[in-house]
């Protein structure tokens, strides 16, 4: 064994930090060149002070190296290997990070708001580290463009904003705003994400286009249409001065639904007649 000629103080080689995951054995090593050999010693540091390593089953010393039998993120933080000997001492500090899988919660998951109202949905992750800015999506695009600044990306306008990384706002909700919101969250190891509906409340059915005034000849084809809106969908019935349309083969009544979630409905007259005129 060699012994070098003289005494030499403590001289730490170690590493500033140590990734492990979450469950796994983790290794703390701190070795110190020093003559008398040293002594080690760990603490690890709690809000700003330090508290003696207690060894047991799930921390154990070999040497300066400390051994973490099955990690949880409460080992996550700041480790200070110090090694002595009769010449002085030397101390590092090690921080441990604990890479655990990163899940994701979004809350009210389905949340109903009238239109004019605001929304508010909340984004919890736990695990990680998260290094990565959360990222905000309706209906798989992306809806917050830069999640520190409060950007728009879909709607243009600054109803859309983020109180904080994790909470979404949206003022005065309007018809487009209803659909699926994700909340995504990523780092180097892992992603997840988690989705919540949006759904209007009971709106009162809008007209919305509807025809003007036509003078027709006797026997032309006439198609008369309208639109409307509202939640749920409205149905559209037609009326001839305050009578059914009658369900004649020259009348054909029918609608559609936009992508808008407008209701269009039209009626169709094949041969107009004299009778047919009126409000």
């Known amino acids: 064994m060699y012994q070098p000629h003289g005494t030499i103080a403590p001289r730490i080689w170690s590493h500033s930090q140590v990734k492990c995951f979450e469950r796994d054995l983790c290794e703390l090593p701190c070795v110190a060149q020093s003559w008398p050999p040293p002594k080690y010693r760990w603490y690890k540091e709690d809000e700003s002070s330090l508290s003696g390593v207690v060894m047991g089953t799930h921390v154990q010393q070999f040497d300066g190296t400390l051994m973490i039998s099955e990690v949880w993120p409460s080992d996550a933080g700041k480790w200070v290997c110090v090694a002595n000997n009769t010449l002085g001492e030397e101390k590092v500090i090690i921080k441990l990070?604990?890479?655990?899988?990163?899940?994701?919660?979004?809350?009210?998951?389905?949340?109903?708001?009238?239109?004019?109202?605001?929304?508010?949905?909340?984004?919890t992750v736990r695990g990680g580290p998260i290094n990565l800015p959360l990222v905000w999506l309706k209906d798989g695009i992306l809806l917050i463009t830069d999640p520190f600044?409060?950007?728009?990306?879909?709607?243009?306008?600054?109803?859309?904003?983020?109180?904080?990384?994790?909470?979404?706002?949206i003022r005065s909700v309007i018809r487009e705003d209803s659909g699926s919101y994700q909340c995504l969250a990523e780092s180097e190891y892992d992603s997840s994400q988690a989705t919540a509906e949006l759904k209007l409340g009971d709106i009162a059915p809008v007209i919305v286009d509807t025809f003007k005034d036509i003078i027709v000849e006797s026997s032309t084809s006439l198609s008369l249409r309208c639109s409307a809106s509202a939640t749920p969908l409205p149905q559209i019935k037609w009326y001839l001065d305050d009578w059914p349309v009658p369900s004649f083969a020259r009348f054909r009544a029918g609608d559609y639904v936009t992508p808008d979630a407008k209701v269009v409905s039209y009626v169709n007259i094949s041969s107009t007649r004299v009778v047919d005129g009126g409000e």
């Open 149 to 169: 600044s409060g950007g728009v990306g879909l709607n243009l306008d600054d109803r859309i904003r983020l109180i904080d990384s994790n909470v979404l706002y």
């Open 97 to 123: 990070v604990v890479i655990s899988t990163i899940g994701v919660h979004l809350e009210p998951q389905r949340l109903v708001v009238d239109v004019g109202k605001s929304a508010t949905f909340n984004c």
